[in-house]
């Protein structure tokens, strides 16, 4: 049962207001307690026998109603009854502003003659802020303004305010309020969205007959729509429901969604989707993978700065290394259907989107001569703002060279935003453990971890060793390990006449976590175990192996305990720098020849092997420096494409 909304004081400011407007616009921060204090005042004017309406405008986490719509409710016997809904199909009231804004002034149209408190998103900052409350304020025609705002600094839409010629009371939010955070609030979200789809059904949309806006996916990817929101709106404009899509097949779109009480004329689709984890929330923009070239000998053209990109797959893993064979050494692993990735070292980042910083978790640096670190500021300048911790693993001293690197930068205006680093070293076979934070000074020391093997990081579905090399100083190798690979039997899959979706990935899940007693929901609605389903339907082999490794000399001891790394490895990246006849330099710099390079990966019978990180005095030509891997290496290098 949830707990009982409390009152308002007969003197509080919302009160007062509205007993001058009827209709009173409620905004602040996300976490400030807008929804509580709408609640109370509806509690309260109830008991006074007065009725009360609301405008819930968050999409993302409404105080009424489902996820990805504006919502209008009615306080009735201690709670909000929903009376209309505005689909919106996104969570992202900042990015879709005028779609947020139309389906308020639709909703706030349709409201009944009273008291209308309009709950407002918590966009209160930059030019989304400025331009979405005094939006939602006209398109409501509300009359005053309440503002919850902490300390005494002016409220960041304070003049915005003013602008509107409206009353406006700014009020301290209640002690208790608290920023939910994001995890509960995607808990949150997800609940509702089931909660909305309990009594849904299966039904199958033609696309030729109906009107398709919002932002869809190409229908050429029918694999982008699967889990996508849909709204569905009458011929009029008005919204019937949300639903949830199971596949696009051809021009019929199957979805599942509550009882409708007319006919659909338009579908609204924009990125509302359900993740693999079952959870709502905001799909990527779709991309077309572009094709990638079959490998060849052919020579790097001149105009090529940084040679081939190498690309392996490891099923639930692709690795693209990102510089090329001559740039910067830096490595990305995706991982696949999820927003988050790897990085092995931290060469120049210069290809890669800033947005892909937000999601990378783990950083594995090999040591930090510039061309492997200099990227680190990349990552630390993306990651201001409300980020969990990122985790960075590298030799002993890293701690030091990236507290030096953040001390280098003025940190007076971030506060609670400061980009949070947990970085730990491996000293030998125990993990010694950082926390740094920007603008707090000195690394604080976090409790050390046993690192059996090199062990730096292990979850469900994959871990990481390391091992220790020398190259004038400390550098680590990596080896990504993933746990058993499980794939669906599409023949089996259609067999059965049930379409792929986000159940797929959580049976998956459960498998790989031993959980075969979990129930699955499958799309008919009906549930099965994830044992039965994983023997009907899914194919498990080992994971694949991949090994990192550069900058190390030519040693005996670097060589048994990278063979040792590498052992059956599906893919090994290894640097390559110099010709035979180059030993000298390549001895002097601490460096491995194409021929070591080549008989490494031999002894350790490695599947696929690709070369890097070659001195560009080879920029014309690296034809010789795949031919001395070939003498050792029969199999030859992937110095091209895909690794596959």
Not at 13 to 39: C, D, I
Request: hydrophobic fraction near 40%; glycine fraction near 10%.
């Amino acid at each position: 049962m949830p707990a009982p909304t409390e009152h308002l004081a007969a003197d509080h400011p919302l009160l007062a207001l509205l007993q001058r407007h009827e209709r009173v616009l409620v905004a602040g921060a996300p976490g400030s307690g807008k929804s509580t204090l709408v609640r109370a005042a509806a509690a309260t004017l109830a008991a006074r026998g007065q009725a009360c309406h609301c405008l819930s405008a968050d999409p993302g986490l409404p105080g009424i109603g489902p996820p990805g719509a504006a919502c209008l409710g009615r306080w009735d016997a201690g709670e909000w009854r929903l009376e209309a809904i505005a689909a919106l199909a996104t969570l992202d009231a900042a990015r879709f502003r005028l779609p947020l804004v139309q389906a308020v002034r639709r909703l706030a149209e349709q409201a009944p003659a009273g008291i209308l408190l309009l709950d407002a998103p918590g966009v209160v900052r930059g030019a989304a802020g400025a331009e979405l409350l005094p939006a939602l304020a006209q398109a409501a025609s509300v009359g005053a303004l309440l503002v919850l705002a902490a300390g005494t600094a002016p409220f960041a839409l304070h003049e915005a305010c003013r602008a509107l010629g409206r009353e406006s009371v700014t009020l301290a939010p209640a002690p208790r309020a608290r920023h939910p955070g994001k995890r509960w609030r995607r808990a949150r979200r997800g609940d509702d969205w089931d909660a909305w789809l309990a009594q849904a059904h299966e039904a199958v949309l033609e696309l030729p007959s109906l009107s398709l806006t919002g932002t869809p996916p190409p229908r050429s990817a029918p694999e982008a729509w699967a889990g996508r929101q849909v709204g569905l709106l009458d011929a009029g404009g008005d919204s019937l429901g949300l639903g949830e899509i199971l596949a696009l097949e051809g021009e019929r779109l199957r979805i599942r969604t509550p009882p409708l009480s007319g006919t659909p004329h338009t579908l609204v689709v924009r990125d509302a989707r359900r993740g693999r984890d079952g959870q709502l929330g905001t799909a990527l923009p779709h991309a077309t993978a572009p094709e990638t070239p079959a490998p060849d000998d052919t020579p790097t053209p001149l105009e090529s700065r940084d040679g081939p990109r190498p690309r392996a797959d490891l099923g639930s893993f692709t690795a693209t290394l990102v510089n090329g064979v001559f740039g910067d050494p830096l490595l990305h692993l995706r991982l696949r259907h999820q927003s988050r990735s790897l990085l092995f070292d931290l060469g120049d980042p210069g290809r890669l989107p800033a947005r892909l910083a937000h999601q990378v978790s783990d950083v594995f640096i090999s040591h930090a001569h510039f061309d492997h670190i200099g990227g680190f500021l990349w990552l630390l300048r993306s990651r201001i703002g409300e980020y969990p911790p990122c985790r960075l693993y590298g030799p002993p001293g890293l701690a030091e060279h990236l507290q030096g690197l953040v001390g280098g930068i003025l940190w007076d205006r971030v506060a609670e935003k400061a980009p949070r680093f947990e970085v730990g070293e491996l000293h030998g076979e125990r993990l010694v453990r950082w926390r740094i934070v920007a603008g707090e000074g000195r690394p604080t020391p976090l409790p050390a971890r046993p690192a059996p093997g090199g062990l730096l990081h292990e979850e469900l579905g994959f871990r990481v060793r390391a091992t220790t090399l020398d190259h004038g100083t400390p550098v680590l190798a990596f080896a990504l390990e993933p746990e058993r690979q499980v794939a669906v039997r599409k023949e089996r899959l259609e067999a059965h006449g049930w379409p792929p979706g986000p159940w797929l990935g959580t049976l998956k899940h459960h498998v790989l976590a031993g959980e075969g007693e979990a129930r699955i929901r499958l799309p008919d609605g009906t549930t099965r175990s994830a044992a039965s389903l994983a023997q009907a339907l899914l194919l498990t082999r080992p994971g694949e192996r991949l090994v990192y490794a550069t900058d190390l000399g030519d040693s005996a001891e670097n060589r048994r305990r990278l063979v040792a790394l590498a052992q059956g490895a599906r893919v090994l990246f290894c640097e390559a720098p110099f010709l035979a006849a180059e030993a000298e330099q390549a001895r002097r710099t601490g460096h491995l020849t194409a021929r070591a390079c080549g008989e490494i990966a031999a002894a350790a019978g490695v599947a696929r092997l690709v070369p890097f990180h070659f001195s560009r005095r080879h920029i014309t030509d690296t034809r010789r420096l795949h031919d001395e891997i070939r003498l050792a290496f029969p199999h030859g290098p992937a110095d091209d494409g895909d690794t596959g």
